[in-house]
Each structure stands twice: as C-alpha cells, then as structure tokens.
C-alpha cells in the first residue's frame, strides 16, 4: 500500500483506489474506447465479476506506484499520441489527487476498434 505518516497518525492507500482514480482518467482520455484485459484467464474473471477496474494493474513497492493500463483505442487516432495521452492523464489524477510518486504508466494497446464504418 501506499501511504504516508504525519503527526496524526498514517494514511494509507490501497492499489484498488488508485487503480479506480487510473480507470476513471484512461476512460475518459481521447481516443479511448473500452479498457482491455492482460489474457484470456483476466478477461473471463472480468466478465464474471464486471470490476470497474478491469485493465488496470497496480504494484507499489515502497513510495513507488508503477501502473500498467491495457485499452482498447479508436481506429484512426494516432496510437503513439493517444498512449501519450493516457500516461499523462494517469500520472497527472493519481499525483493530484492521491499525493503518489508514479514512477511508471506503461500503455499496452490491445486493440483496435472502428466506431464508424464511413
């Protein structure tokens, strides 16, 4: 977990809140369009339990946040930009809001979808 100590005690930050606020910023990022799973086994556990946070791992080692994001981009967009894009929105959220040392946000395009056949 991440965290950190003051003088009124520790606080403490679980990988599936960061991993909710990394969700949240992918999704809502340009030429975006659905979160993927890593492998097949992640993909049915995901569609058993519908969890928001599908596409997303987490691991904290220390004060260190490293984040790898799988998505789904739109046919058309630049990949590179996009993928740029997502890391940047995902370092920016959790550092603003959480207060986290995101050391690494590895984007993993798992595939491409076509929106509109015109």
Same mark, same amino acid.
Do not use: C, W
């Given at each position: *977990?991440?965290?950190?100590?003051?003088?009124?005690? %520790?606080?403490?930050?679980?990988?599936?809140?960061?991993?909710?606020?990394?969700?949240?910023? !992918? *999704?809502?990022? /340009?030429?975006? !369009?659905? *979160?993927?799973?890593?492998?097949?086994?992640?993909?049915?556990?995901?569609?058993?339990?519908?969890?928001?946070? %599908?596409?997303?791992?987490?691991?904290?080692?220390?004060?260190? !946040?490293?984040?790898?994001? /799988? !998505?789904? *981009?739109?046919?058309?967009?630049?990949?590179?930009?996009?993928?740029?894009?997502?890391?940047?929105?995902?370092?920016?959220?959790?550092? %603003?809001?959480?207060?986290?040392?995101?050391?690494?946000?590895?984007?993993?395009?798992?595939?491409?979808?076509?929106?509109?056949?015109?």
């Amino acid at each position: *977990m991440a965290g950190e100590n003051n003088a009124l005690g %520790k606080i403490e930050i679980s990988p599936q809140a960061i991993a909710t606020i990394a969700s949240q910023s !992918v *999704m809502q990022s /340009y030429g975006v !369009v659905g *979160m993927a799973a890593r492998n097949v086994v992640d993909g049915i556990a995901n569609a058993l339990t519908r969890d928001p946070r %599908k596409g997303i791992e987490v691991r904290v080692s220390g004060d260190e !946040v490293r984040i790898d994001v /799988y !998505v789904i *981009m739109e046919f058309g967009t630049r990949i590179t930009t996009v993928a740029g894009s997502v890391a940047n929105a995902v370092r920016f959220n959790l550092e %603003k809001n959480l207060g986290v040392n995101v050391t690494d946000v590895n984007v993993h395009v798992q595939g491409l979808r076509v929106s509109n056949p015109d």
